[in-house]
């Protein structure tokens, strides 16, 4: 037991003393949530806005009322269509629309291309809205909507923030093992250890134990910067989050165990840790969600890890919805990794290099 | 000069031979640009997605022309078109034996749980109020339930799909009544701003940037991790008793730097123009301008964060740290617009802003945000201040 409370210190020391792995572990989420919070809509949903170019006045009050009664819309105008280019091309408007009097006309710019299946969408309501309202006609059907699951899912920060500790857990978990112990190999400290009474159990464990701590304490400072900069809506299940971060970080130290055991050289492991770990951020569904993915591309998002800790750490932090022995499986499937894979790590660290 | 040449070349097959380097270098930008455009490249459009929808029709009354109307509307959306057209839907429906309600609530919850896009339900005297709008104008009009998750793209999607399919239904009955003028319906035209009247697709858009992206990383990770690491292992001291100089040097290095980025062009540019349908063209004296600014600037910057960093792991994490924010807050894969101040004024002094909007404008892939000397300017006074920055402070041995 002293042993060990002395190789928890020096583990802790060891990771105190990397000043590349702290950044790495406690900046880079914050740096993630800071960028893809205020980029990506971290003030929450805001109304299109349309710049309005009149040439006409040939039903030009019915297309005001029509502008007027779009949901989440809002109309700006300008007198000419130079000055509507302007304002598209420094981004006052979103699209823009010219009316000649017979001609509605809609102006987008090349730039947000991502944007324009909703800008076209919006795009189409007004015209048919207009078209209607033109020859004096109310419709006689209509799509009414209905919102169902949980309100937070509707808000796009509430979904990466929780996807962004999962990515965080991810990449600390791996590098703990492919590029923290592969590096005490390929400099011999583990063969110099090896030779001293410490078990090896005990120093992983140790390892263990010091990157738990410090993974939980990066995904509390990523939530609370979430909350406290972002306010996002996150009610979080504390038993369930902290089962499930602990759970996870041993999981990902099991697959940071089996590339370790993979590779020839330890510094490759590293790599291809690296290599791995950028391909499942995009992935996993955590910027981009894997619904809108080509089918070949959701196939291969299903086959990894990343996408199913993204979603059940949605689910503890009160997201979206999951079924509890859905939670309950992915929680043991990630736990199993760890208990196959992390003992073979035991027979790698006292193994002697390969040459 | 053939010197220089050699050094160049040297430099660039040690980095050919590196498999991470080959990683980073080429392949990364390959498969990020066809992930990125096989995502985003085809959203929006018909059959790029297929969206999971559960339809149940709970209009049982005496009159269900229009419910059943409705219903065969999705129908014929939910297979392949006779002109070919891929379906849009996969249907799910209640079994003829099976309680719609009981459907509805599972189907509901499918929903809830991501398994479903939407769930549409024409709910009971949907005919009759379709019928009565149709016959006394003014009267309420008929209303089609659609349970959607919002937020979620694919069913935001899904609500847009069926909102213009019901447009399309309003239309033709309030035709068949005679009551709508197909002559006189809104003519509607398309127009790009900046664009010289073609429309420019999502990988127009986003392969400037790739480009250049791919020449950020270069300089960014290529630099430091290079000239740090052979400073660390003393490989540099080995250099400088030869008769090569550092300027010398240097200039062989920016070859190698140089050379990478040709070779990075070489492979995105056909893949994007022949693979991924880009119409994009480099070859013009602008463009050509930009991305040769580009590869300077950026060897520059390299260097700056070189000479910011004691030791190679270092290099590469302040490399790590800065590399996603000024990916992100430059434009290269979305536009940037509505930041707080601090982030505005990131995106302000970033280099890689100025370029993607030069070379994007140069391109024609839009109106420019920026008057054009700025975009050269901007990445000039980088170079100079990088310059000076690293002549001060970049130490080309240990202990020196």
Redesign the interface.
């Known amino acids: 037991m002293k042993a060990f409370k002395a190789l928890l210190r020096s583990e802790l020391k060891v990771l105190l003393r990397d000043?590349?792995t702290l950044?790495?572990t406690f900046?880079?989420p914050l740096?993630?949530i800071?960028?893809?919070g205020?980029?990506?809509g971290g003030?929450g949903?805001?109304d299109s806005s349309l710049g309005l170019v009149l040439t006409s006045n040939s039903d030009a009050q019915v297309l005001r009322e029509v502008l007027a009664h779009q949901p989440s819309l809002h109309t700006v105008d300008f007198p000419d269509e130079d000055a509507l280019?302007l304002a598209?091309?420094?981004?006052r408007v979103d699209f823009?629309a010219?009316w000649d009097g017979?001609?509605?006309?809609?102006?987008?710019?090349?730039?947000?291309?991502?944007d324009?299946?909703?800008l076209?969408?919006v795009?189409?309501?007004i015209?048919?809205d207009?078209?209607?309202r033109?020859?004096g006609?109310?419709?006689?059907?209509?799509?009414?909507?209905?919102?169902?699951?949980?309100e937070a899912?509707?808000?796009?920060l509430n979904?990466t923030v929780p996807a962004i500790i999962a990515f965080s857990i991810l990449s600390a978990g791996m590098f703990a093992v492919a590029g923290h112990i592969t590096a005490m190999k390929e400099r011999k400290i583990l063969d110099r250890l090896t030779v001293s009474p410490m078990h090896p159990v005990s120093f992983l464990l140790a390892v263990v134990c010091v990157r738990m701590v410090v993974v939980y304490i990066s995904t509390l400072i990523t939530l609370f910067t979430s909350l406290a900069v972002f306010n996002v809506d996150l009610v979080v299940d504390w038993p369930r989050y902290t089962l499930f971060v602990a759970v996870a970080t041993l999981g990902m130290m099991g697959l940071g165990a089996l590339i370790t055991l993979l590779v020839r050289r330890p510094s490759s492991a590293a790599?291809l840790a690296e290599?791995l770990a950028?391909?499942m951020m995009?992935?996993s569904g955590i910027f981009?969600?894997v619904?809108?993915?080509?089918g070949f591309?959701q196939t291969l998002s299903r086959a990894l890890p990343l996408t199913y800790m993204a979603e059940a750490l949605r689910y503890t932090t009160g997201v979206?919805?999951?079924?509890p022995h859905r939670f309950l499986a992915i929680t043991a499937t990630l736990a199993s990794l760890a208990v196959v894979l992390l003992p073979a790590l035991g027979r790698y660290v006292v193994r002697p290099q390969r040459r | 000069m053939s010197a220089l040449c050699y050094l160049g070349f040297t430099g660039l097959l040690t980095a050919l031979r590196e498999r991470v380097t080959l990683f980073w270098t080429l392949l990364f930008p390959v498969l990020l640009f066809v992930l990125l455009s096989s995502i985003f490249g085809q959203v929006g459009e018909q059959g790029a997605l297929r969206l999971n929808v559960a339809f149940v029709n709970l209009d049982r009354g005496a009159d269900t022309g229009f419910a059943m109307a409705v219903e065969t509307l999705f129908e014929s959306l939910s297979v392949e078109g006779e002109d070919g057209r891929p379906p849009v839907f996969t249907l799910h429906r209640p079994v003829s034996d099976a309680d719609p309600r009981r459907f509805l609530e599972d189907e509901q919850r499918a929903l809830a749980y991501g398994r479903r896009a939407a769930v549409v339900v024409v709910p009971e005297g949907f005919s009759q109020e379709i019928g009565g709008a149709l016959r006394r104008p003014g009267e309420l009009a008929g209303k089609l339930h659609v349970h959607y998750s919002q937020g979620v793209p694919s069913s935001e999607l899904a609500a847009g799909v069926i909102d213009q399919m019901l447009a399309e239904l309003d239309r033709a009955l309030l035709a068949q009544a005679g009551r709508f003028d197909e002559d006189l319906a809104v003519r509607t035209a398309i127009q790009w701003a900046g664009s010289e009247g073609h429309n420019v697709g999502y990988i127009d858009f986003l392969l400037p940037g790739v480009v250049l992206m791919a020449f950020f990383t270069t300089g960014l990770f290529g630099v430091p991790g290079a000239i740090l690491y052979a400073r660390d292992q003393r490989i540099l001291r080995r250099y400088w008793v030869t008769p090569l100089s550092i300027p010398r040097y240097l200039a062989g290095f920016g070859l190698t730097i140089l050379g990478m980025c040709v070779l990075q062009l070489t492979v995105l540019w056909p893949l994007g123009r022949f693979a991924l349908g880009a119409r994009v063209s480099f070859a013009a004296a602008w463009p050509a301008a930009y991305l040769a600014l580009a590869a300077v600037t950026f060897l520059s910057f390299g260097f700056l964060v070189a000479s910011l960093a004691k030791t190679a792991n270092a290099g590469q994490a302040i490399a790590n740290i800065i590399n996603m924010p000024m990916l992100f807050l430059s434009g290269v894969f979305f536009p940037v617009a509505d930041l707080p101040s601090v982030l505005q004024a990131m995106v302000y002094a970033n280099p890689l802003t100025y370029l993607v909007d030069g070379l994007r404008t140069s391109l024609g892939v839009g109106a420019g945000q920026f008057a054009p000397w700025l975009t050269l300017a901007v990445p000039l006074g980088w170079i100079s201040v990088s310059a000076v920055v690293t002549s001060r402070r970049l130490h080309w041995d240990v202990g020196r």
């Open positions: 000043r590349t950044l790495l900046l880079l740096v993630f800071l960028i893809f205020f980029v990506m003030e949903g805001r280019l598209l091309r420094d981004r823009g010219l017979s001609t509605l006309t809609f102006v987008y710019d090349p730039g947000r291309v991502q324009q299946p909703a076209t969408q795009a189409q309501g015209t048919a207009f078209d209607l033109r020859q006609l109310d419709h006689v059907v209509y799509a009414q909507r209905f919102h169902v699951g949980r899912a509707a808000r796009w979904m790599n290599i950028m391909g995009f992935l981009f969600p619904e809108i993915m080509p591309l979206v919805d999951m079924p």
